[in-house]
């Protein structure tokens, strides 16, 4: 579903208000993000990111960045809203 698509429905939505329809209250989180590091742009369509963020204790799951040039790794974690948000991980080393 697209933005377009979703104005359309949040209309009609208001529409049943007045009329005293019934209504059904749709969200939509965004799951767009990007590496934090260089901008590359990625999605999560198909829940991939947020079944691992739901499946780990932490709350949070990492990913790789795939442009070649920085091959970073991020943090993918989800806020309040339900949207995607991405950010750098802290790197520490354990002494030995």
Not at 31 to 39: E, I, L, M, S, T
Not at 43 to 62: A, P, S
Not at 72 to 91: A, E, H, Q, Y
Request: with cysteine; charged share 35%.
């Amino acid at each position: 579903m697209n933005g377009d698509e979703a104005e359309k429905i949040c209309k009609l939505g208001m529409e049943g208000m007045s009329t005293g329809e019934e209504i059904m209250i749709l969200c939509i989180a965004n799951v767009d993000f990007k590496c934090p590091h260089c901008g590359k742009k990625y999605d999560d369509r198909n829940e991939v990111y947020l079944k691992r963020i739901n499946k780990n204790k932490r709350g949070y799951t990492w990913k790789y960045c795939e442009n070649p040039k920085c091959r970073r790794n991020f943090g993918i974690t989800g806020d309040m809203t339900g949207d995607t948000v991405s950010f750098k991980l802290k790197v520490t080393r354990k002494k030995i």
